[in-house]
């Protein structure tokens, strides 16, 4: 037959409109009419909305109020004079961010991945990249800054030890982590009636440095409670499953910064007069407790997905109810629910500059008293708080971003 | 030797290892230990009110306020009670929250929709929008706009826009409907009602016809038809009856020297500022709430209803909008919680809020009552949202309720 003895000819190539620039435009932008309108009325609204952005951004806006803080923004005042009479205490925070940095290093050298690696040397290299902020020598020391540049051989030690000592575990790192935590905040607050680590009362905590250490302990927190509270809620035992809905119930029916508030007003008084207690540490708690309530009601629904056949086989082959929960039913019901507990972490963070109710001079509220105080500065109010915005969202953006990655490691949706 | 048969007797589990047991002494201990713990907090909180002589009790709610509202949506004297006052606080919060809820509703399902265009640069920007707002905190944006508002021009000289609408730093005047006569206006409202439901039931009847018989009813047609109808001569009978119309359009207009606005409705800076944050926040997680939603409707859905000739917008109308409820509703009712609660940061800004009001009540009545009578309310509003949600989920359960 013909089609047998002449050769199969060579299938067209497709039509020019289809492939290469042209065809993705067609496809994406262009495919139908209204698509087509669709895309001209974004595209001049895109630029509209750009060229006003830059603009501003560039020529109209003036940035002083974020360069006259700039060191206020991130610890608060806690190296005023009021605060840490006598001395620059600027080193303590510097060198708790020493630490965490080179905690960072150290799960860079555990999981020896690009993305560990490449967020490791972005803390170390934009906290070293401070060091040449173009303030004058009496605004910022050299010794601010050596400490600041000191950031990139910590990151690299911590690599090194995690790598060529056994404390390269993650374990180990963990306990570390939490020892270094407790570190921070024994340095940050210091030793009454020392001359060289004089006590810095909690009351001149503030900016990034409140925000974060907020955010660390109710993160780290907050997901063990949620997940006594969430296994309470699905327990068999009517007591503790009616204590569990109730404390989940008025915590999630109530605004934060009434709780906070009260906290403020109530818990002072169900102490001694004399009982050491603090604003931050009550802020600390209201905080985890305000979390662990919704944190519980996601692991609850990451439960709720799992099939009823993982418990049951799990019974079948012999393991006790405590292990049925911690073995099977908790490890894939909290991979189902990564997005839902992070974003419960990044709502925290967010939450962090509630704060300010109670008195509490975080990164937000340091610039609005700053506004507030200085009437001159009025108009630089809109910038003082895109700056805030997007210091916020580097932060938030940078929590989702480790979630996909941890997804992605986790193979979820993929099982 | 032959061993004696061992008899095993089965003599039962030990006490301390025996479940019920187990089970009912946890019960009991923790029950104990959070009275306990309860117990000693409030004993230790009222040692501490008679010992520092803290002012407590309830008494004060029959007390006079004595002190202005900014702003208030039913009528309010300073010589009011705090108890009248709370409900104005409590009817400020709910009218922020009402409206909030319908307006990022529709601006969530906007963009939701906007996210899984076809469209590349319109999913994009829909992208941009969710991921910026989503993860700013409100209080930050809700600043933002604050000093937006405020720079804008005075009175005298801000913008006007068609006529109708004056935008200031005050905040911004639109033509409002008011009612001469409230209880024609609340007839009017009444058999408007009625005629909405009359066209329900004329929508519901032509459609089945049309269905059955296959002959075109046009029933949403008719519908319209009979419910604008019956709501127009209503409205013309009460007119004739009363003399007057039950409701008319104020427009605002500026008067005297300091061309003060009056008339319509003024959105003052505060409600302005509170409801543009909350509404713009609270859209992009309502839009990442009905884009999972959509999503979660098989591919084969929507592919079918193409197949069998549905434009794209019916499609997602009549068939991938449906059955995204109900994966759309629970989360959608929980962020109308989180807005009505993210209302109490209104104090920030200016507007008279619920826990503004408390904090400024704290000044002359005991703080404690007073948050435990708020935190009430707000326990209250939030049950209130999860009732519709529950009565609504009961609705589009597969199999149930239809």
Redesign the interface.
């Known amino acids: 037959m013909a089609a047998q003895s002449a050769p199969a000819a060579e299938p067209l190539p497709p039509p020019r409109s289809e492939v290469g620039v042209i065809g993705w435009l067609h496809a994406?932008?262009f495919?139908t009419w209204y698509?087509g309108v669709?895309?001209v009325i974004?595209?001049a609204?895109?630029f509209l909305a750009l060229g006003f952005a830059l603009k501003w951004a560039f020529m109209s806006a003036d940035w002083i109020v974020v360069v006259k803080l700039g060191g206020r923004f991130i610890i608060g005042p806690y190296n005023t004079e009021v605060a840490c009479p006598g001395q620059n205490c600027f080193w303590r925070p510097q060198v708790s961010l020493l630490m965490v940095i080179f905690l960072t290093g150290m799960a860079w050298g555990l999981s020896g991945n690009r993305t560990a690696r490449n967020i490791a040397l972005l803390f170390a290299g934009v906290a070293s990249a401070f060091a040449f902020l173009p303030y004058s020598l009496e605004a910022m020391g050299w010794d601010v800054r050596l400490l600041l540049l000191a950031n990139l051989p910590a990151v690299a030690a911590g690599w090194a030890v995690s790598r060529y000592t056994p404390l390269g575990n993650g374990v180990r790192i963990a306990l570390l982590g939490g020892l270094v935590f407790l570190l921070i905040l024994a340095l940050l607050r210091g030793l009454p009636g020392t001359p060289w680590l004089p006590s810095v009362s909690v009351i001149y905590w503030g900016g990034l440095m409140l925000n974060l250490i907020l955010a660390v302990s109710g993160i780290t927190l907050s997901l063990p409670i949620g997940i006594a509270l969430a296994l309470g809620r699905r327990s068999?035992?009517?007591?503790?499953k009616a204590?569990c809905v109730a404390f989940i119930?008025?915590f999630?029916?109530?605004?934060?910064?009434?709780l906070l508030?009260?906290s403020q007003?109530?818990v002072p008084?169900?102490?001694p007069e004399d009982f050491p207690q603090n604003s931050l540490f009550r802020a600390g708690v209201v905080i985890t407790l305000f979390s662990s309530a919704y944190m519980a009601e996601n692991v609850r629904g990451g439960l709720q997905s799992l099939h009823f056949g993982q418990a049951e086989a799990a019974r079948a082959l012999g393991l006790a109810g405590w292990q049925t929960t911690l073995l099977i039913s908790l490890p894939q019901a909290l991979r189902n629910v990564i997005p839902a507990i992070v974003g419960q972490f990044?709502g925290l963070f967010?939450?962090t500059?509630?704060v300010?109710i109670i008195g509490m001079l975080d990164m937000?509220a340091i610039?609005?008293t700053f506004?507030q105080g200085n009437p001159e500065f009025?108009?630089n109010?809109?910038e003082t708080?895109?700056f805030?915005?997007l210091v916020?969202?580097i932060f938030?953006?940078g929590m989702?971003y480790i979630s996909g990655k941890v997804e992605e490691h986790l193979g979820v949706g993929q099982r | 030797m032959v061993n004696a048969p061992r008899v095993l007797t089965y003599q039962g589990v030990p006490v301390w290892r025996h479940i019920q047991i187990i089970q009912w002494a946890v019960q009991v201990v923790s029950a104990i230990v959070v009275v306990a713990l309860v117990v000693w907090f409030f004993a230790n909180i009222a040692g501490a009110i008679q010992e520092r002589d803290i002012p407590y009790g309830f008494s004060f709610l029959s007390r006079a306020y004595q002190t202005p509202i900014g702003e208030h949506f039913i009528p309010y004297e300073s010589s009011d009670t705090f108890l009248y006052a709370l409900g104005v606080a409590a009817s400020n919060t709910a009218i922020v929250a009402v409206a909030g809820v319908i307006l990022a509703t529709a601006l969530g399902i906007f963009i939701g929709v906007a996210r899984l265009s076809g469209n590349w640069i319109v999913s994009k920007l829909a992208m941009v929008y969710i991921e910026f707002f989503r993860n700013v905190p409100l209080l930050v944006q809700l600043f933002f706009w604050f000093y937006i508002v405020l720079a804008l021009p005075p009175v005298r000289e801000g913008y006007v826009i068609a006529g109708r609408f004056y935008v200031n730093n005050g905040g911004i005047s639109m033509p409002w409907p008011y009612a001469p006569d409230l209880a024609v206006a609340l007839i009017w409202v009444g058999l408007a009602a009625l005629a909405i439901v009359a066209g329900g039931a004329v929508n519901k009847r032509l459609a089945l016809r049309e269905s059955l018989t296959g002959r075109s009813s046009y029933p949403l047609l008719s519908a319209f038809a009979v419910t604008l109808g019956s709501g127009a001569l209503a409205w013309l009978v009460l007119s004739f009856a009363t003399g007057d119309s039950p409701f008319f359009i104020s427009t605002p207009e500026p008067q005297g020297q300091f061309g003060r606005i009056a008339g319509g409705f003024t959105a003052r800076a505060g409600l302005l500022v509170l409801l543009l944050g909350l509404v713009i926040y609270t859209a992009s997680f309502i839009a990442e709430i009905v884009r999972a939603g959509i999503q979660s409707v098989g591919r084969g859905q929507t592919e079918a209803a193409r197949a069998l000739g549905l434009s794209p917008l019916n499609t997602l109308r009549a068939v991938a909008f449906p059955q995204a409820l109900r994966v759309i509703i629970p989360p959608l009712i929980s962020q109308f919680l989180n807005l009505t609660k993210n209302s109490s940061l209104g104090g920030a800004v200016g507007f008279t809020d619920l826990t503004s009001v408390a904090i400024t009540m704290t000044q002359t009545a005991p703080a404690v009552s007073i948050f435990m009578s708020i935190m009430g309310i707000y326990l209250a509003m939030s049950l209130t949202w999860s009732l519709i949600g529950n009565l609504y989920n009961r609705r589009t359960r597969f199999g149930g309720g239809r």
């Open positions: 994406n932008l495919n698509n669709l895309t974004s595209l609204a895109l068999e035992l009517p007591v503790v204590l119930e008025v999630r029916g109530v605004p934060l910064i009434t508030f009260m007003v109530l008084l169900a102490f990044i967010k939450d500059s509630l300010y937000v610039g609005r506004i009025l108009v109010a809109r708080f895109v805030l915005a916020f969202w938030t953006y989702s």
